[in-house]
Nanobody
Framework: QVQLVEFGGGLVQAGGSLSLSCAAS????????MGWFRQAPGKEREFVAA????????YYAESVQGRFTISRDKAKNTMYMRMTSLKPEDTAVYYC????????????????????WGQGTQVTVSS
C-alpha cells in the first residue's frame, strides 16, 4: 500500500510560478513511475508530467513542455514539479499518482495505469 500526499499549489497570477511536491509513504517507494495529472472543472483528468522512479527519465505533455519541470528525490520518497510561466488554462486540481504494478503494461502517460492517487491540490492562475 502506498499513500501519496501533495503539498503546494495555491493562487498565482499569470506568468508566475508555483511548486508542487508529492510524498509517498507506507514503505520505500519502488514503483515504476510517479506522475502529475490535472483535472479542470468539467474536464477529464489529463496527463501533465511523469518521471521514471528508477531511471529518472521524464515525460511531459506538450502543453507544459518547457514550462514545467518534474524531479524526484528517492531518499525522501518525494516527487516535485516546478511550474513556471503559468497560464490561466493551467488552472486545475493537480493530482500525483504512482504507477507501481503495471510498469511493463502501461505508459507513464496512461492515467488508467496508475495504482495510487493523492487527494489533489488546487492550482489557480488568474489572468
Amino acid at each position: 500500500q502506498v499513500q501519496l500526499v501533495e503539498f503546494g499549489g495555491g493562487l498565482v497570477q499569470a506568468g508566475g510560478s508555483l511548486s508542487l511536491s508529492c510524498a509517498a509513504s507506507g514503505r520505500t517507494f519502488s514503483g515504476f513511475f510517479m506522475g502529475w495529472f490535472r483535472q479542470a472543472p468539467g474536464k477529464e483528468r489529463e496527463f501533465v508530467a511523469a518521471i521514471g522512479w528508477r531511471d529518472g527519465n521524464t515525460y511531459y505533455a506538450e502543453s507544459v513542455q518547457g514550462r514545467f519541470t518534474i524531479s524526484r528525490d528517492k531518499a525522501k520518497n518525494t516527487m516535485y514539479m516546478r511550474m513556471t510561466s503559468l497560464k490561466p488554462e493551467d488552472t486545475a486540481v493537480y493530482y500525483c499518482g504512482a504507477l507501481v504494478y503495471g510498469g511493463t503494461s502501461w505508459r507513464p502517460t496512461d492515467r488508467e495505469g496508475y495504482d495510487y492517487w493523492g487527494q489533489g491540490t488546487q492550482v489557480t492562475v488568474s489572468s
